[in-house]
């Protein structure tokens, strides 16, 4: 067993020390000519592009307004396989956060696809909050110090979550002209299981692809988990119904809508008193013999003065604080006595007849329902649509939780920028994570350094093949081989005695035996010397 152990450790000790001598260079993305906009926050200050917005939001409740004092800082992640690789981080719990930065040159909907992308880390995990972003839409009206929740913006994309509700958001605002107006629609959910993501602490890629025919794309670490059509796979916000009411139409005046009535063969009885009241007063009860009537409970003190500041004109007229009467002090009670209230046998309240079902009853009346002139038939075969131009990306969040980290931010119209862009960011961290891997050791060490109970599970595994391999391999003298002397058969002729253990003295060896022979019931003679 502790050769074993020792084996463990050498090879803990050896795979520790490899892992040691391993050591990966990061090498900064150089930011494509072609993409709008490309952000790893390698170098730099924060303050060199993004802007820290001043707004003030209106709030909830006691709350009438919000400021978005939450701080952002540049920084390494805690546990950093790319030493020199940073990331912009959301840094005060419970706080309500909002940055912004413009894009290189505005994108805009036409005939290329729209490429977003970037990573999160939830460090610390997540409770409850988003860490989404939004491509503001841009126009004149764009003030990015005033950036905030009722800023517009063309699409929304990134994941979000509170307690057990784990959601990944892909919102687009564009432009009805048949309806002229502004509408929202809200992309289905993916059917997996989101909530890993949240909880495991680690980097994911999230990507969103939406083309010029209207399909979308959403991957995580570049997996795809959803796509459609953003004519028949999302939800229209406040869309209008296909029918509505004919408002012409009116509810018949013989139209019966009761599915009950009284019972017209049922009459209030006679003796029946609606006005009787619940209570009344103790006809049995007495007035106590030592109960002061013409004593008042409350007198003014005697002993009371007025103060010596006390203006008439000011303070009115001064009148003495009241106290208990002195009189009543021996008694049960003082003033004028009242009856105790007891319930009124006779009270029966209001009287309800029983309710039949309405032989005449119709159902409840609904109008008529005709086509919407509003409503908008949508498929295959309509319009593309098309948000406004993006002018900036922004993050507007409040999350229960800090550490939330952000990295390389990329809004591009082409694959290939796309493709280049992941593979010198993502890329380099895969690369760095399979060569930084930890051996199988290292990993059952670190799963018993957080669930101590493992450790018995490895002795038990090790020691349990140990003793085994031993009771299985070590000779045994019975079934030794042959040609060695202490190979024997069950078969065999008995075996003479092993010279070592016959080497006993002999006067022991009959003590034995005159024991044995005495237990037995027998007796045994000495044998006669004979005589020469």
Request: charged share 25%; proline share 11%; aromatic share 10%.
């Amino acid at each position: 067993m502790s050769e074993a152990a020792l084996a463990v450790w050498v090879l803990l000790c050896v795979s520790v020390t490899s892992q040691e001598r391993l050591q990966v260079v990061y090498k900064p993305p150089q930011i494509p000519a072609e993409a709008h906009f490309a952000e790893s926050f390698d170098t730099g200050s924060l303050e060199r592009r993004w802007v820290l917005s001043q707004a003030v939001k209106q709030g909830e409740g006691e709350e009438k307004t919000i400021r978005y004092d939450g701080q952002w800082s540049v920084e390494e992640p805690a546990e950093q396989p790319l030493p020199g690789n940073r990331g912009m981080v959301l840094k005060s719990p419970g706080r309500h956060h909002a940055i912004a930065a413009p894009l290189r040159t505005a994108f805009h909907f036409q005939d290329k696809p729209l490429i977003v992308q970037y990573e999160v880390q939830f460090q610390q995990g997540m409770e409850c909050g988003g860490a989404y972003i939004k491509l503001l839409s841009h126009s004149e009206q764009l003030h990015l110090p005033q950036f905030s929740d009722v800023t517009p913006y063309s699409v929304m994309f990134g994941p979000d979550c509170c307690g057990q509700n784990h959601t990944l958001h892909f919102i687009i605002r564009h432009w009805d002209a048949r309806t002229g107006q502004y509408q929202e629609r809200h992309a289905r959910q993916p059917e997996l299981d989101l909530s890993e993501y949240f909880t495991d602490r680690r980097p994911h890629l999230y990507t969103l692809n939406l083309y010029p025919d209207n399909h979308y794309e959403i991957q995580i670490d570049q997996s795809v988990i959803s796509k459609g059509s953003l004519l028949t796979d999302t939800t229209l916000l406040g869309a209008p119904p296909r029918e509505v009411a004919d408002p012409s139409d009116t509810k018949p005046s013989d139209w019966d809508d009761r599915p009950l009535i009284p019972d017209p063969m049922v009459t209030r009885p006679v003796d029946w008193d609606e006005d009787a009241p619940p209570q009344i007063p103790d006809p049995l009860a007495q007035r106590p013999s030592d109960w002061l009537e013409e004593e008042p409970p409350l007198v003014p003190d005697p002993h009371a003065l007025r103060p010596q500041d006390w203006d008439e004109e000011m303070d009115g007229e001064w009148e003495a604080p009241w106290i208990p009467n002195p009189a009543c002090k021996h008694v049960i009670g003082c003033g004028p006595w009242i009856p105790p209230m007891i319930s009124n046998p006779a009270y029966r309240g209001k009287w309800k007849t029983s309710m039949i079902t309405n032989p005449n009853y119709q159902g409840q009346w609904h109008p008529r329902l005709i086509p919407n002139p509003e409503y908008v038939e949508e498929g295959e075969g309509a319009p593309p649509v098309r948000p406004a131009p993006v002018g900036a990306v922004g993050l507007e969040l409040w999350a229960l939780t800090g550490g939330v980290l952000f990295d390389n931010v990329l809004v591009c119209g082409d694959r290939r920028v796309a493709q280049y862009w992941t593979e010198q960011t993502w890329g380099q961290r895969l690369t760095a994570e399979r060569i930084l891997a930890p051996g199988v050791v290292q990993r059952l060490l670190g799963a018993a350094m957080k669930r101590p109970w493992l450790w018995g599970v490895y002795v038990f595994t090790v020691a349990l093949p140990v003793v085994l391999f031993i009771s299985f391999v070590w000779p045994d003298k019975r079934f030794g081989p042959p040609d060695m002397d202490y190979y024997y058969k069950k078969s065999d002729e008995p075996q003479p005695d092993d010279p070592e253990e016959s080497e006993e003295p002999e006067g022991q060896r009959k003590a034995e035996a005159k024991r044995s022979s005495a237990k037995a019931g027998l007796e045994v003679k000495p044998k006669p010397r004979s005589r020469k």
